[in-house]
């Protein structure tokens, strides 16, 4: 059985905007490739669904970070408040109280 051909990004992009523009049929495309008309549906389906993506605003992704770093900051920060709280009390329980 043969292997399976590996086919770069740039590759598949350009057989799908072939395929887009209707010049000729999946059929051919694929023939002049050597790919599966089936995969060529695939790449496109993929690409038009993937379409919109291209045009969301980039900020809302980057504020969504933001917002996401600062809530794990404030939690990570409550965490050191009371493990500080806890070893302070435990040292004070223990007879360890060294300062």
Do not use: C
């Not at 523009?21 to 695939?42: F, G, L, M, Y």
């Not at 669904?49 to 770093?69: I, N, S, T, Y």
Request: aromatic content about 6%; overall charge positive.
């Amino acid at each position: 059985m043969p292997k399976r051909k590996r086919m770069p990004a740039n590759q598949k992009a350009q057989i799908v905007l072939e395929a887009l523009r209707e010049d000729k049929t999946v059929a051919q495309i694929a023939s002049e490739n050597s790919v599966h008309p089936n995969q060529i549906h695939k790449w496109k389906k993929q690409a038009l669904e993937g379409f919109a993506e291209l045009f969301e605003d980039d900020r809302k992704g980057v504020r969504a970070k933001e917002a996401e770093h600062e809530k794990q900051l404030n939690d990570l920060y409550a965490e050191i408040g009371r493990l500080s709280a806890q070893l302070s009390w435990l040292k004070k329980k223990s007879g360890l109280h060294v300062e």
